[in-house]
């Protein structure tokens, strides 16, 4: 079956780093999604990786090995507003999108 | 209006009570997904239009069932739901390109809040 794992919830301080994993066994790959959602609302397009290596926008990067079917998303400079759920989505062979879970990311002061 | 609306935001229900979701994209997005989202679980998805024809659904039960008149509306009938179907409704939609890469970012409404008494 088609399978994608991230940790269920993760906690960190205002203005440290924090790094989220995914890992995915998908029929395929062409490419893998990273959204944000806040509680509440709409899932949004963060980051997309369809090649091996590190993609930066601002505070947050994300990071992918096909070859070991692993990213990880990366947030700097935290803030309180990044308190959300991080959704892990990978597009198959059949160009649909298999969902993880999500990572719930809770920030301290 | 603009991206992807929801109407309504939250509904309640009882078993025997039919009633409609409604979204609505203005992308001009030719392809068109409903979802539900439950807590802690992965997004389900439920059905996909593409150019308003339907091609996927993914064992959703007869009780739940799609429409889409055009590109840009798309409508999930619901009837003699049950208390475990009370979820996050999220429509969402795309531009599915054809050939060899596809990229396909979704963009979603904000989502139905059901819930069945």
């Known amino acids: 079956g088609q399978n994608i794992d991230q940790p269920t919830e993760m906690t960190a301080t205002e203005g440290a780093i924090v790094q989220i994993n995914c890992t995915y066994q998908?029929?395929?790959?062409?490419?893998l999604f990273w959204y944000q959602q806040h509680a509440g609302e709409a899932p949004t397009f963060l980051s997309y990786?369809?090649l091996d290596g590190l993609e930066e926008k601002g505070r947050f990067s994300s990071f992918l090995s096909r070859s070991k079917g692993y990213s990880y998303l990366l947030l700097k400079e935290l803030q309180m507003k990044d308190s959300a759920s991080y959704l892990c989505?990978?597009?198959?062979?059949?160009?649909?999108?298999?969902w993880g879970a999500g990572t719930k990311l809770i920030i301290k002061p | 209006e603009t991206g992807v609306t929801q109407t309504p935001r939250h509904l309640v229900m009882g078993m025997t009570n039919k009633k409609s979701l409604k979204c609505e994209q203005h992308?001009?997005?030719?392809?068109m997904y409903w979802y539900k989202q439950s807590a802690k679980k992965p997004l389900e998805l439920m059905f996909v239009?593409?150019?308003?024809?339907?091609?996927e659904n993914n064992s959703v039960p007869s009780r739940f069932s799609p429409e889409c008149p055009n590109s840009s509306h798309l409508f999930l009938h619901l009837h003699t739901l049950q208390p475990e179907d009370s979820a996050l409704y999220l429509c969402?939609?795309?531009?599915?390109?054809?050939?060899?890469?596809?990229?396909?970012?979704?963009?979603f409404g904000p989502g139905t809040r059901l819930t069945v008494l």
């Open positions: 969402a939609s795309s531009h599915r390109t054809s050939g060899e890469f596809v990229y396909n970012e979704q963009f």
């Open positions: 992308l001009g997005h030719n392809a």
């Open positions: 239009y593409n150019f308003k024809e339907q091609t």
């Open positions: 998908t029929s395929g790959f062409n490419g």
């Open positions: 990786n369809v």
């Open positions: 989505a990978v597009t198959d062979s059949n160009y649909q999108l298999i």
